[in-house]
Each structure stands twice: as C-alpha cells, then as structure tokens.
C-alpha cells in the first residue's frame, strides 16, 4: 500500500499569506493525485487533480503541482474561508489518504 | 443535479454489525465507482473500498478486507456499506463518493452517516 506523507501538520499563518503544503509518496505516483479541502461537520471538497488541474469552480488561487513522489499544495494569498485541513489523496493502484495539514489563523 | 443521500445516524452495540445506505440521483449510478470512506472523531479520511454498480465488483482497504461489504442495487440507484464486528474504534462518520464528473477523483459526496458504537 502507498503511504503518502503530509507536512507541516499544521500551518499558521494570517489572511493574505501564502501557504506551501507538502505531500510525498512512499512510490512514486506519475501525476495521480488529489488535494482536498475539509471544513469542520462538511465532507471533503475536491481542490486539484491529477496533481495540477484545478476543479471546476476552485480559485486560482489554488494550484497544484509535483510529480513521481513529492507534490505541493500552495494557496497563493489566503482567504478567510481557506482555514481548514487539506488532505491529498492518491488512486494508485487502490485509494488512499494522507493524515491532513491543518491551516489555522495566525 | 447530482445528489448523494445517505441514510440517519446509527447506534450499535460492540460485535454488532450496521449498513448504510447511500441513494443517488442525477447521474447514471452504474456507470461510475462508488466508494466509501470512513472518518473518526478528530482524525483523517481512510478510503475502505469500493464497487462497480455495472457488475458488482468490489475492492477493498486491507484494513477493511476481513469485516467490510459493499454492495449495490442497481433498480434502487443505491449503494450500501455493512460493518460486521463492531467497535468501539469504528466510532466514526461515514461517507459516500463517487468517481462520476473527475475521472478517478471525488467531487460529489454523500452527507456522512455518523455510526457510533458504545456498550
């Protein structure tokens, strides 16, 4: 089983920072993975795929990039709403997650 | 409009054994996967598995393999998931996904289904 690795657990900054969240693979992955963003009580929101394609509807304020075993999330200048835990995600051969970086408010 | 919707909360004694259900609609249920993935209080998402509605194929999480069954009914557009064995550590809310609209990836989730197991 792939066991993906997120850091920082958790990263506190201020509204208008840019936030650089980490995700490395114990294999590497070609460019099959995901990031998702979760608020408390609400279930996971798909952010990027396929490593750097945005979602449909997600800001450009979010992009993705990496590939084979390390990947980075980066929120560009964050916005209120952006405080949550992300977590990427890889679909290779079967599914899992990593154990999330929580962004919190400075 | 695509929807997922998951049955109500659940509460179940130790060793005993809980399915949900997760009903769609707007989309063609047997075309895509549906998956499930489990949260506890306070921690990550574990994907548990997953099933073709077309043929009833099913994957697993080796976690999940021994005490996890998936299933669905293509005449209800409906997916299941039944834990056997329960315990206390599988105190958790529980979701549906489907892979339909991102190629393998999750965009459309069910509401979760909170399942707490207590003596």
């Known amino acids: 089983e792939i066991v993906l690795t997120q850091s920082p657990a958790t990263l506190s900054l201020s509204p208008g920072e840019r936030a650089t969240l980490s995700c490395r693979a114990s294999?590497?992955?070609?460019?099959?993975l995901a990031w998702y963003q979760q608020k408390p009580g609400q279930a996971p929101r798909l952010l990027i795929y396929?490593?750097?394609s945005r979602a449909t509807g997600i800001p450009a304020r979010f992009s993705g990039s990496g590939s084979g075993t390390d990947f980075t999330l980066t929120i560009s200048s964050l916005e209120p709403e952006d405080f949550a835990i992300y977590y990427c995600q890889q679909r290779s051969p079967l599914f899992t997650f990593g154990p999330g970086t929580k962004v919190d408010i400075k | 409009e695509v929807h997922l919707v998951q049955s109500g909360a659940e509460v179940k004694k130790p060793g005993a054994t809980v399915k949900i259900s997760c009903k769609v609609s707007?989309?063609?249920?047997?075309?895509?996967?549906m998956n499930w993935v489990r949260q506890a209080p306070g921690k990550g998402l574990e994907w548990m598995g997953r099933i073709d509605p077309e043929n009833g194929e099913t994957q697993y999480s080796e976690k999940f393999q021994a005490r996890v069954t998936i299933t669905a009914d293509t005449s209800k557009d409906t997916a299941y998931l039944e834990v056997s064995s329960l315990r206390s550590e599988d105190t958790a809310v529980h979701y549906c996904?489907?892979?339909?609209?991102?190629?393998?990836?999750?965009?459309?989730w069910g509401q979760g289904t909170l399942v707490t197991v207590s003596s």
């Open positions: 396929d490593a750097s």
């Open positions: 707007g989309y063609t249920f047997i075309n895509y996967y």
């Open positions: 294999q590497s992955l070609g460019s099959y």
């Open positions: 996904t489907t892979d339909y609209g991102s190629g393998s990836y999750y965009v459309y």
